[in-house]
């Protein structure tokens, strides 16, 4: 499954996010004591959630009300209250992620250390509600599990009133947050990102497209906003059914004529040591006539600068072709293990299971465990790999 969180339309907040959380189906009524009861140590709040129509769009508002507020802390103090909080670990270890990536960008932004800045409107208890109560129905969802895809966030404009005066919008610390991300200004004069929103997408987002992929739609949530403007003021999250997926890959080229057969097999190991998704020796005839390989590697970006240097290093070749960005359809694949009983022994089988929309359309035992049977029980290998199809 694959989840699009879509802030094109009207940017993102933390309430906003939890609002379409609900709206796929997480406990409204968790959510509101868990926000509640982890809020209480920095002032008490009161959650609320109905649903709301914005402009035509029937979405889940998630309003939270700061009753009051502790005076603001700095961040080791206030990671400390976090970690004292009778939540699952899990939910704290990514919450506290998120509270990392606010209050590095606030000190770089206000030129201290991430020790000494004090958080104000994003350390405030409706914030720290806003934070806990995402992460919450995140974990709930099991969202942790599926593929997030964040789309570009619309930011807004004009300028907004904080504790540290007047500022332009996005935010200094939006801004800094979203380092990495896709944004755009507009379309309204108002303040659409705020940084608890933005650090929530990009600590659970995968991956920033620029468009939604390939996808099966399979349940849409709207999570409104506080404001009325002109256009819908939601956020939306898209569940999808799986798809054949889409991978961005290299391909990396050369031709070699001066290795053995051994070194290329070494090569070939040291390869995929190094990250390469797959290699292939193919026999070709070069010019003059003479025999020789063209070695083939795939590889992703990432990994595309090790796969090169182990190139030139252990071929000694002059030169690499690379064709960058390259696409390849990747179906969804999972890996089960499975014990099965061969002359009274019984033995782990780990088998990889191939998926397009849902559908079984391969499953294969792994090579070296009908490899270690074989050995062990003394049949041929074939023969292994018919009696545990």
Do not use: W
Request: with cysteine; glycine share 8%; net charge negative.
């Amino acid at each position: 499954m694959t989840i699009i969180i879509d802030p094109q339309g009207s940017g993102i907040s933390g309430n906003m996010l939890i609002g379409a959380f609900v709206d796929l189906g997480a406990d409204a009524n968790k959510l509101k004591d868990i926000m509640e009861k982890s809020a209480e140590e920095f002032g008490k709040v009161e959650v609320k959630f109905e649903k709301i129509v914005k402009h035509g769009i029937d979405s889940t508002y998630c309003h939270v009300e700061m009753l009051e507020n502790e005076d603001p802390l700095n961040y080791p103090d206030f990671i400390e209250k976090i970690n004292n909080l009778e939540l699952d670990e899990k939910i704290k270890e990514t919450s506290i992620k998120v509270f990392e990536r606010i209050a590095k960008a606030e000190s770089k932004v206000h030129g201290k250390t991430i020790e000494t800045v004090h958080f104000h409107e994003v350390g405030a208890s409706d914030a720290v509600a806003d934070v806990i109560g995402s992460i919450y129905a995140y974990y709930s969802l099991n969202l942790d599990n599926q593929k997030v895809i964040g789309l570009p966030i619309a930011v807004g404009g004009g300028r907004v009133k904080t504790a540290h005066g007047i500022i332009p919008v996005p935010a200094p610390a939006v801004v800094e947050i979203l380092n990495g991300a896709k944004m755009i200004g507009g379309p309204v004069d108002s303040e659409l990102a705020t940084p608890t929103g933005a650090a929530i997408y990009m600590e659970i987002c995968d991956e920033i497209k620029e468009f939604i992929p390939l996808i099966k739609p399979k349940k849409v949530g709207y999570g409104a906003g506080k404001k009325d403007f002109e256009h819908p003021n939601v956020l939306r999250i898209i569940e999808s059914s799986d798809m054949t997926e889409s991978e961005g890959i290299d391909v990396i080229e050369t031709n070699i004529d001066h290795l053995t057969g051994e070194e290329i097999g070494y090569l070939f190991d040291k390869l995929l040591d190094v990250g390469a998704r797959d290699v292939s020796i193919t026999p070709i005839i070069m010019k003059k006539n003479r025999q020789g390989s063209l070695l083939k590697v795939i590889s992703r970006k990432e990994n595309r600068e090790n796969i090169i240097e182990t190139i030139f290093k252990e071929t000694g070749s002059l030169g690499i072709r690379i064709a960058p960005n390259i696409h390849r359809g990747v179906a969804k694949r999972e890996f089960i293990k499975k014990t099965v009983c061969i002359n009274d022994n019984e033995y782990d089988v780990t088998f990889k299971i191939g998926y397009v929309n849902g559908e079984i359309i391969s499953k294969r035992p792994e090579y070296e465990d009908l490899k270690r049977i074989a050995e062990d029980s003394g049949l041929p290998l074939k023969e292994i790999k018919e009696l545990i199809r």
